[in-house]
Protein backbone atom coordinates (compact mmCIF):
# COMPACT_ATOMS: atom_id res chain seq x y z
CA UNK A 1 0.00 0.00 0.00
CA UNK A 2 1.81 3.60 -1.45
CA UNK A 3 2.81 5.38 2.23
CA UNK A 4 0.33 8.42 0.81
CA UNK A 5 -2.48 6.31 1.22
CA UNK A 6 -1.86 5.21 4.29
CA UNK A 7 -3.23 6.83 7.75
CA UNK A 8 -0.27 8.95 9.37
CA UNK A 9 -0.01 10.38 12.76
CA UNK A 10 -2.35 13.22 13.65
CA UNK A 11 -5.24 11.29 11.46
CA UNK A 12 -4.46 8.64 13.84
CA UNK A 13 -4.47 10.56 16.83
CA UNK A 14 -8.37 11.64 15.16
CA UNK A 15 -10.12 7.87 14.53
CA UNK A 16 -8.34 7.43 18.30
CA UNK A 17 -10.12 10.33 19.70
CA UNK A 18 -13.51 9.09 17.83
CA UNK A 19 -12.49 5.45 18.39
CA UNK A 20 -12.69 6.57 22.39
CA UNK A 21 -14.17 9.54 23.37
CA UNK A 22 -16.17 11.42 20.62
CA UNK A 23 -16.17 14.90 22.80
CA UNK A 24 -17.51 15.87 26.42
CA UNK A 25 -20.76 14.21 25.26
CA UNK A 26 -21.59 11.58 28.05
CA UNK A 27 -20.01 13.65 30.40
CA UNK A 28 -23.49 15.05 31.92
CA UNK A 29 -24.64 12.14 34.17
CA UNK A 30 -21.15 12.21 35.13
CA UNK A 31 -21.79 15.50 36.56
CA UNK A 32 -25.48 14.94 37.81
CA UNK A 33 -24.46 11.78 39.58
CA UNK A 34 -21.70 13.21 41.44
CA UNK A 35 -20.70 16.94 41.14
CA UNK A 36 -17.90 18.58 39.37
CA UNK A 37 -15.47 18.22 42.02
CA UNK A 38 -15.88 14.64 41.77
CA UNK A 39 -15.95 14.31 38.34
CA UNK A 40 -12.75 16.50 38.16
CA UNK A 41 -11.47 13.57 40.63
CA UNK A 42 -12.87 10.84 38.30
CA UNK A 43 -11.66 12.50 34.98
CA UNK A 44 -7.76 12.76 36.38
CA UNK A 45 -7.92 9.47 38.12
CA UNK A 46 -9.67 7.15 35.38
CA UNK A 47 -7.08 7.59 33.02
CA UNK A 48 -4.17 6.63 35.26
CA UNK A 49 -5.77 3.69 36.09
CA UNK A 50 -7.35 2.82 33.01
CA UNK A 51 -6.64 4.15 29.77
CA UNK A 52 -2.90 4.79 30.00
CA UNK A 53 -2.37 1.20 31.05
CA UNK A 54 -4.34 -0.05 27.86
CA UNK A 55 -2.67 2.87 25.96
CA UNK A 56 0.65 1.74 26.30
CA UNK A 57 -0.13 -1.98 26.11
CA UNK A 58 -1.77 -1.18 22.44
CA UNK A 59 1.15 1.10 21.94
CA UNK A 60 3.80 -1.24 22.54
CA UNK A 61 1.99 -4.35 20.49
CA UNK A 62 0.83 -2.38 17.87
CA UNK A 63 4.81 -0.86 17.10
CA UNK A 64 5.88 -4.59 17.85
CA UNK A 65 3.46 -6.53 15.82
CA UNK A 66 2.08 -3.80 13.25
CA UNK A 67 -0.81 -5.79 11.12
CA UNK A 68 -4.25 -5.57 10.47
CA UNK A 69 -6.34 -7.48 12.99
CA UNK A 70 -4.68 -5.62 15.67
CA UNK A 71 -5.38 -7.58 19.12
CA UNK A 72 -6.84 -10.72 17.49
CA UNK A 73 -3.16 -10.84 15.93
CA UNK A 74 -1.66 -10.22 18.92
CA UNK A 75 -4.02 -12.92 21.10
CA UNK A 76 -3.47 -15.71 18.65
CA UNK A 77 0.23 -15.20 18.48
CA UNK A 78 0.65 -15.47 22.28
CA UNK A 79 -2.49 -17.50 23.58
CA UNK A 80 -3.38 -19.68 20.28
CA UNK A 81 -6.06 -19.79 17.74
CA UNK A 82 -8.70 -20.91 19.91
CA UNK A 83 -8.13 -17.53 21.81
CA UNK A 84 -7.80 -15.06 19.17
CA UNK A 85 -10.95 -16.26 17.81
CA UNK A 86 -12.75 -15.36 21.23
CA UNK A 87 -11.14 -12.05 21.44
CA UNK A 88 -12.37 -11.50 17.82
CA UNK A 89 -15.83 -12.90 18.30
CA UNK A 90 -16.54 -10.74 21.54
CA UNK A 91 -15.88 -7.38 19.84
CA UNK A 92 -18.01 -8.13 16.85
CA UNK A 93 -21.07 -9.19 19.31
CA UNK A 94 -20.27 -6.00 21.16
CA UNK A 95 -20.21 -3.86 18.13
CA UNK A 96 -24.28 -5.11 17.64
CA UNK A 97 -25.09 -3.76 20.34
CA UNK A 98 -22.45 -1.02 20.91
CA UNK A 99 -23.70 0.57 16.58
CA UNK A 100 -26.93 0.89 16.74
CA UNK A 101 -26.79 4.15 19.86
CA UNK A 102 -24.82 6.27 17.16
CA UNK A 103 -27.45 6.59 14.69
CA UNK A 104 -29.81 7.17 17.41
CA UNK A 105 -27.56 10.03 18.89
CA UNK A 106 -27.49 11.51 15.78
CA UNK A 107 -30.90 11.54 15.31
CA UNK A 108 -31.29 13.21 18.77
CA UNK A 109 -29.50 16.05 17.84
CA UNK A 110 -31.21 16.50 14.97
CA UNK A 111 -34.53 16.62 16.07
CA UNK A 112 -33.32 19.82 18.07
CA UNK A 113 -32.63 21.61 14.77
CA UNK A 114 -35.43 20.26 12.96
CA UNK A 115 -38.03 18.74 15.35
CA UNK A 116 -40.47 17.25 12.73
CA UNK A 117 -37.91 14.58 11.81
CA UNK A 118 -38.77 12.75 15.28
CA UNK A 119 -42.06 11.60 13.38
CA UNK A 120 -42.04 8.28 11.85
CA UNK A 121 -40.34 6.70 9.60
CA UNK A 122 -37.85 9.77 9.77
CA UNK A 123 -35.89 8.05 12.35
CA UNK A 124 -35.20 4.77 11.25
CA UNK A 125 -35.04 6.10 7.48
CA UNK A 126 -32.16 8.70 9.09
CA UNK A 127 -29.96 6.04 10.53
CA UNK A 128 -30.40 3.88 7.78
CA UNK A 129 -29.02 6.64 5.29
CA UNK A 130 -26.53 7.45 8.69
CA UNK A 131 -24.84 4.13 8.59
CA UNK A 132 -24.88 3.73 4.42
CA UNK A 133 -22.65 7.23 4.33
CA UNK A 134 -20.30 5.87 6.93
CA UNK A 135 -20.22 2.72 4.94
CA UNK A 136 -18.96 4.65 1.58
CA UNK A 137 -16.88 6.92 3.46
CA UNK A 138 -15.27 3.29 4.92
CA UNK A 139 -15.05 2.45 1.50
CA UNK A 140 -12.81 5.40 0.13
CA UNK A 141 -10.23 3.95 1.93
CA UNK A 142 -8.53 3.99 6.19
CA UNK A 143 -7.09 7.31 4.76
CA UNK A 144 -9.84 9.29 4.28
CA UNK A 145 -11.60 8.52 7.33
CA UNK A 146 -8.45 9.02 9.15
CA UNK A 147 -8.27 12.64 7.69
CA UNK A 148 -12.23 12.90 8.29
CA UNK A 149 -12.07 12.25 11.87
CA UNK A 150 -9.09 14.96 12.84
CA UNK A 151 -11.08 17.58 10.82
CA UNK A 152 -14.34 16.52 13.13
CA UNK A 153 -12.18 16.57 15.78
CA UNK A 154 -10.98 20.36 15.36
CA UNK A 155 -14.63 21.02 14.42
CA UNK A 156 -16.39 19.61 17.25
CA UNK A 157 -14.26 20.50 20.28
CA UNK A 158 -14.43 24.28 19.10
CA UNK A 159 -17.39 25.03 20.60
CA UNK A 160 -16.29 23.50 24.05
CA UNK A 161 -13.55 25.67 23.81
CA UNK A 162 -15.40 29.16 23.73
CA UNK A 163 -18.11 27.62 26.06
CA UNK A 164 -15.22 27.07 28.25
CA UNK A 165 -13.68 30.63 27.57
CA UNK A 166 -17.51 32.02 28.51
CA UNK A 167 -17.56 30.70 31.57
CA UNK A 168 -14.64 31.50 33.12
CA UNK A 169 -14.67 35.32 31.65
CA UNK A 170 -18.80 35.36 32.29
CA UNK A 171 -19.53 33.65 35.42
CA UNK A 172 -22.88 33.95 37.00
CA UNK A 173 -24.88 34.05 33.53
CA UNK A 174 -26.36 31.09 34.22
CA UNK A 175 -28.37 29.42 37.04
CA UNK A 176 -26.06 29.10 39.99
CA UNK A 177 -25.13 25.80 41.82
CA UNK A 178 -26.61 25.82 45.48
CA UNK A 179 -24.63 26.90 48.99
CA UNK A 180 -25.20 23.34 50.20
CA UNK A 181 -24.26 20.62 48.03
CA UNK A 182 -26.46 17.28 48.07
CA UNK A 183 -25.43 14.33 49.45
CA UNK A 184 -23.68 11.41 47.66
CA UNK A 185 -24.30 8.06 48.33
CA UNK A 186 -22.25 5.19 47.29
CA UNK A 187 -24.95 4.49 44.09
CA UNK A 188 -24.31 7.37 42.25
CA UNK A 189 -20.33 7.38 43.42
CA UNK A 190 -19.59 4.04 41.92
CA UNK A 191 -22.44 5.12 38.70
CA UNK A 192 -19.57 8.12 37.98
CA UNK A 193 -16.86 5.56 37.71
CA UNK A 194 -18.59 3.80 35.76
CA UNK A 195 -19.51 6.58 33.54
CA UNK A 196 -15.95 7.36 33.59
CA UNK A 197 -14.90 4.20 32.21
CA UNK A 198 -17.48 4.32 29.39
CA UNK A 199 -16.24 7.60 28.50
CA UNK A 200 -12.27 6.18 28.51
CA UNK A 201 -13.03 3.02 27.01
CA UNK A 202 -11.89 1.72 23.44
CA UNK A 203 -8.29 2.09 23.12
CA UNK A 204 -7.16 -1.15 21.37
CA UNK A 205 -9.89 -0.63 18.73
CA UNK A 206 -7.22 1.44 16.84
CA UNK A 207 -4.81 -1.51 16.71
CA UNK A 208 -6.45 -3.02 14.31
CA UNK A 209 -5.42 -1.22 11.17
CA UNK A 210 -1.79 -1.41 11.89
CA UNK A 211 -1.16 -2.95 8.35
CA UNK A 212 -2.85 0.73 7.04
CA UNK A 213 -0.89 3.07 9.18
CA UNK A 214 2.44 4.75 7.63
CA UNK A 215 5.42 3.80 10.24
CA UNK A 216 3.59 2.09 12.68
CA UNK A 217 6.49 1.45 15.25
CA UNK A 218 6.90 5.32 15.66
CA UNK A 219 2.88 6.34 14.88
CA UNK A 220 1.50 4.06 17.06
CA UNK A 221 3.10 5.20 20.25
CA UNK A 222 2.81 8.83 19.73
CA UNK A 223 -0.91 8.99 18.47
CA UNK A 224 -2.02 6.68 21.96
CA UNK A 225 -0.12 9.19 24.00
CA UNK A 226 -1.50 12.09 22.15
CA UNK A 227 -4.95 11.36 22.47
CA UNK A 228 -4.72 10.32 25.68
CA UNK A 229 -3.63 13.60 26.49
CA UNK A 230 -6.10 15.24 23.72
CA UNK A 231 -9.15 13.47 25.43
CA UNK A 232 -8.32 14.12 28.87
CA UNK A 233 -8.00 17.77 28.18
CA UNK A 234 -10.91 17.62 26.31
CA UNK A 235 -13.30 16.31 28.82
CA UNK A 236 -11.45 18.66 32.14
CA UNK A 237 -11.15 22.06 30.49
CA UNK A 238 -15.49 22.39 29.64
CA UNK A 239 -16.32 20.63 33.36
CA UNK A 240 -13.96 22.90 35.35
CA UNK A 241 -15.11 26.03 33.45
CA UNK A 242 -18.81 25.06 34.49
CA UNK A 243 -18.01 24.54 38.14
CA UNK A 244 -15.65 27.95 38.26
CA UNK A 245 -18.98 29.57 36.41
CA UNK A 246 -21.40 28.16 39.40
CA UNK A 247 -23.40 26.13 37.09
CA UNK A 248 -25.86 23.98 39.11
CA UNK A 249 -24.74 20.02 38.48
CA UNK A 250 -28.14 18.24 40.03
CA UNK A 251 -30.04 19.47 36.74
CA UNK A 252 -27.79 18.27 34.61
CA UNK A 253 -29.15 15.49 31.92
CA UNK A 254 -28.10 14.09 28.53
CA UNK A 255 -28.07 17.51 26.57
CA UNK A 256 -27.41 19.88 29.16
CA UNK A 257 -24.45 20.94 27.00
CA UNK A 258 -26.75 22.92 24.78
CA UNK A 259 -28.97 24.14 27.51
CA UNK A 260 -25.70 25.60 29.11
CA UNK A 261 -24.54 26.85 26.35
CA UNK A 262 -27.66 28.71 24.95
CA UNK A 263 -26.75 30.86 28.83
CA UNK A 264 -23.53 31.84 28.06
CA UNK A 265 -23.22 32.22 24.09
CA UNK A 266 -26.78 32.56 23.00
CA UNK A 267 -28.60 30.67 19.46
CA UNK A 268 -25.53 30.57 17.86
CA UNK A 269 -23.41 28.77 20.85
CA UNK A 270 -26.26 26.08 20.82
CA UNK A 271 -26.61 25.18 17.22
CA UNK A 272 -22.63 24.64 17.05
CA UNK A 273 -23.07 22.61 20.40
CA UNK A 274 -25.73 20.35 18.80
CA UNK A 275 -24.26 20.02 15.69
CA UNK A 276 -21.35 19.11 17.31
CA UNK A 277 -23.54 16.42 18.89
CA UNK A 278 -24.26 15.09 15.56
CA UNK A 279 -20.57 15.33 14.06
CA UNK A 280 -19.46 12.99 17.33
CA UNK A 281 -22.25 10.00 16.51
CA UNK A 282 -20.92 10.47 12.98
CA UNK A 283 -17.31 10.13 14.08
CA UNK A 284 -17.47 7.59 16.93
CA UNK A 285 -19.12 5.31 14.36
CA UNK A 286 -17.47 5.93 11.15
CA UNK A 287 -14.09 5.12 13.09
CA UNK A 288 -15.45 2.23 14.77
CA UNK A 289 -16.42 0.85 11.45
CA UNK A 290 -12.85 1.58 9.86
CA UNK A 291 -11.92 -0.74 13.40
CA UNK A 292 -14.39 -3.41 13.74
CA UNK A 293 -14.76 -4.51 9.86
CA UNK A 294 -10.73 -4.93 9.50
CA UNK A 295 -11.77 -8.34 11.98
CA UNK A 296 -14.20 -10.04 9.16
CA UNK A 297 -11.04 -9.98 6.92
CA UNK A 298 -8.57 -11.30 9.28
CA UNK A 299 -11.23 -13.82 10.36
CA UNK A 300 -11.69 -15.03 6.78
CA UNK A 301 -7.96 -15.22 6.07
CA UNK A 302 -7.88 -17.93 8.47
CA UNK A 303 -10.74 -19.99 7.52
CA UNK A 304 -13.17 -18.66 10.39
CA UNK A 305 -15.51 -16.85 7.29
CA UNK A 306 -15.71 -17.06 3.78
CA UNK A 307 -13.22 -16.24 1.54
CA UNK A 308 -15.30 -13.58 0.16
CA UNK A 309 -14.69 -11.24 3.19
CA UNK A 310 -11.01 -10.73 2.02
CA UNK A 311 -11.83 -8.97 -0.53
CA UNK A 312 -9.89 -5.05 -0.88
CA UNK A 313 -10.22 -2.22 -3.57
CA UNK A 314 -7.12 -1.92 -5.33
CA UNK A 315 -7.17 1.54 -5.28
CA UNK A 316 -6.90 2.26 -1.70
CA UNK A 317 -7.07 -1.17 -0.04
CA UNK A 318 -10.72 -1.10 1.77
CA UNK A 319 -11.97 -4.53 3.07
CA UNK A 320 -15.39 -3.31 1.13
CA UNK A 321 -17.10 -7.01 1.21
CA UNK A 322 -16.57 -6.92 5.09
CA UNK A 323 -17.69 -3.01 5.34
CA UNK A 324 -20.91 -4.42 3.72
CA UNK A 325 -21.28 -7.11 5.91
CA UNK A 326 -20.62 -4.96 9.07
CA UNK A 327 -23.35 -2.87 7.95
CA UNK A 328 -25.77 -4.69 6.95
CA UNK A 329 -25.92 -6.29 10.67
CA UNK A 330 -25.24 -2.83 12.19
CA UNK A 331 -28.49 -2.07 10.42
CA UNK A 332 -30.46 -4.58 11.31
CA UNK A 333 -30.21 -4.37 15.07
CA UNK A 334 -31.63 -0.51 14.77
CA UNK A 335 -34.61 -2.71 15.59
CA UNK A 336 -33.50 -4.51 18.45
CA UNK A 337 -35.40 -2.23 21.94
CA UNK A 338 -31.46 -3.06 23.88
CA UNK A 339 -29.67 0.11 24.94
CA UNK A 340 -26.24 0.16 25.51
CA UNK A 341 -25.79 -1.16 29.09
CA UNK A 342 -22.37 -0.70 30.89
CA UNK A 343 -22.71 -3.67 32.09
CA UNK A 344 -22.93 -5.52 28.96
CA UNK A 345 -20.66 -3.51 27.39
CA UNK A 346 -18.10 -3.47 30.00
CA UNK A 347 -18.63 -7.78 30.47
CA UNK A 348 -18.13 -8.42 26.80
CA UNK A 349 -15.33 -5.72 25.87
CA UNK A 350 -13.72 -6.05 29.42
CA UNK A 351 -13.21 -10.12 28.51
CA UNK A 352 -11.88 -9.17 25.30
CA UNK A 353 -9.27 -6.80 26.92
CA UNK A 354 -8.15 -9.08 29.54
CA UNK A 355 -7.36 -11.69 26.93
CA UNK A 356 -4.99 -8.60 25.05
CA UNK A 357 -3.19 -8.24 28.87
CA UNK A 358 -2.60 -11.72 29.16
CA UNK A 359 -1.30 -11.76 25.57
CA UNK A 360 0.93 -8.91 26.48
CA UNK A 361 2.51 -10.82 29.45
CA UNK A 362 2.66 -13.90 27.42
CA UNK A 363 4.73 -12.42 25.02
CA UNK A 364 7.14 -10.99 27.19
CA UNK A 365 7.87 -14.62 28.42
CA UNK A 366 7.59 -16.46 25.30
CA UNK A 367 9.01 -13.50 22.98
CA UNK A 368 11.42 -11.87 25.18
CA UNK A 369 13.82 -11.10 21.60
CA UNK A 370 10.81 -9.50 20.09
CA UNK A 371 11.52 -6.36 18.46
CA UNK A 372 9.44 -3.52 20.30
CA UNK A 373 10.03 -0.13 18.65
CA UNK A 374 8.45 1.17 21.99
CA UNK A 375 8.32 -1.08 25.17
CA UNK A 376 6.76 -0.48 28.37
CA UNK A 377 9.56 -0.28 30.93
CA UNK A 378 10.43 -2.29 33.86
CA UNK A 379 10.32 -5.46 32.43
CA UNK A 380 8.08 -8.44 33.18
CA UNK A 381 7.07 -6.77 36.85
CA UNK A 382 6.50 -3.70 34.84
CA UNK A 383 4.29 -5.63 32.21
CA UNK A 384 2.48 -7.39 35.10
CA UNK A 385 2.23 -3.83 37.27
CA UNK A 386 0.53 -2.36 33.83
CA UNK A 387 -2.86 -4.74 34.02
CA UNK A 388 -3.16 -4.05 37.70
CA UNK A 389 -5.77 -1.12 37.17
CA UNK A 390 -7.46 -1.87 34.52
CA UNK A 391 -8.41 -5.45 35.87
CA UNK A 392 -9.10 -4.25 39.29
CA UNK A 393 -11.47 -1.48 37.84
CA UNK A 394 -13.37 -3.85 35.18
CA UNK A 395 -13.73 -6.49 38.62
CA UNK A 396 -15.39 -3.38 39.76
CA UNK A 397 -17.82 -3.00 37.61
CA UNK A 398 -19.04 -6.56 37.06
CA UNK A 399 -19.91 -6.67 40.41
CA UNK A 400 -21.46 -3.27 40.61
CA UNK A 401 -23.67 -3.96 37.82
CA UNK A 402 -24.71 -7.36 38.79
CA UNK A 403 -29.05 -6.53 38.88
CA UNK A 404 -28.92 -4.42 35.27
CA UNK A 405 -31.21 -5.51 32.80
CA UNK A 406 -31.30 -6.37 29.18
CA UNK A 407 -35.41 -6.51 28.33
CA UNK A 408 -36.34 -8.98 31.38
CA UNK A 409 -33.03 -11.30 30.94
CA UNK A 410 -30.07 -10.43 33.69
CA UNK A 411 -27.11 -8.19 31.45
CA UNK A 412 -24.57 -10.08 32.90
CA UNK A 413 -26.39 -13.77 32.52
CA UNK A 414 -27.03 -11.93 28.75
CA UNK A 415 -23.42 -11.13 28.45
CA UNK A 416 -22.08 -14.51 29.72
CA UNK A 417 -24.19 -16.45 27.23
CA UNK A 418 -22.44 -14.26 24.32
CA UNK A 419 -19.25 -15.06 26.12
CA UNK A 420 -19.93 -18.97 25.62
CA UNK A 421 -21.22 -18.76 22.32
CA UNK A 422 -17.65 -17.82 21.22
CA UNK A 423 -16.54 -21.62 21.85
CA UNK A 424 -19.54 -23.10 20.27
CA UNK A 425 -18.78 -21.27 16.64
CA UNK A 426 -15.15 -21.80 16.71
CA UNK A 427 -15.67 -25.50 17.40
CA UNK A 428 -18.24 -25.36 14.10
CA UNK A 429 -16.04 -23.09 11.90
CA UNK A 430 -12.92 -25.70 12.92
CA UNK A 431 -15.28 -28.33 11.67
CA UNK A 432 -16.40 -26.86 8.67
CA UNK A 433 -12.46 -25.64 8.14
CA UNK A 434 -11.62 -29.19 8.14
CA UNK A 435 -14.03 -31.10 6.38
CA UNK A 436 -13.77 -28.84 3.70
CA UNK A 437 -9.53 -29.23 3.44
CA UNK A 438 -10.48 -33.09 3.10
CA UNK A 439 -12.58 -32.82 0.38
Known amino acids: MPLRRRITLFPLVGALYFMVSGGPYGLEELVQKTGFGLSIVLLLVTPLLWSLPTALM ?39 FDMAIYPTLFVLYLQRLWPAMAAPPYPIAISVAFIGACALWNMAGARAVGDGSALMT ?25 ATAPHLSLTDASSGVLVAMWNYMGWDNVSTVAGEVARPQRTYPLAVLLATALIATAYMIPVSAMWYAGIDPSSWETGSWVDVAREFGGAALAIAVVVGGMLSALGMFNALCLSYSRLPVVLAEDGYLPAVCTRRFRSNDAPWVA ?74 ALIDNAHEKVGSMNALAFGAAVVVAGPLLYTVTRWHTVLRRAR
Open 58 to 96: VGELSAALPEDGGYYIWVRRALGPFWGYQGAWLSLAASV
Open 154 to 178: VLLTAPFVLLALLGVLRPGLAPRAP
Open 323 to 396: ILLCSALWTASLGLSFRRLASLDILLYGTSLVLEFIAFVALRVREPSLARPFKVPGGLPGALLLCVGPILLLGF
